[in-house]
């Protein structure tokens, strides 16, 4: 079992930057491959980033962010982030870090096994 917790959203202006933490209890994540998903509402839930497991080498990004958005992963800290910059009103959403046991990066959210509760993020034109 592992739990997870999201925090670091906000409302920020378009074109600014925010940095989210997903932060893990339970068992430690360092043999998961991480992902952010977003949801805007009334939209499906979509994939941002993922990073793989252990040395966290591989980063993976959704075309939309690509650029933009840098996924990280500190293991001493049970702890994943994802920095934003350049932001855009479209980025609105809630943002979630969630874990999956598949062996590659996986955009697919039915792969992903473990979730957070979110964290909203709002950019205002």
């Known amino acids: 079992q592992v739990q997870l917790v999201e925090s670091g959203g906000g409302l920020v202006q378009a074109g600014g930057s925010l940095r989210l933490s997903c932060a893990a209890s339970g068992r430690t994540f360092s043999g998961y491959n991480i992902g952010w998903f977003r949801q805007a509402p009334g939209k499906e839930r979509e994939f941002v980033a993922a990073i793989s497991r252990n040395s966290g080498s591989t980063a993976y990004y959704a075309d939309s962010v690509k650029g933009r958005f840098t996924i990280s992963k500190e293991n001493a800290k049970n702890t994943v982030w994802l920095e934003m910059n350049s932001l855009k009103p479209e980025d609105t959403a809630v943002y979630y870090c969630?874990?999956?046991?598949?062996?590659?990066?996986?955009?697919?959210?039915?792969?992903?096994?473990?979730w957070g509760q979110g964290t909203q993020v709002t950019v205002s034109s």
């Open positions: 969630a874990v999956t046991t598949t062996i590659g990066l996986s955009p697919r959210k039915n792969d992903y096994r473990y």
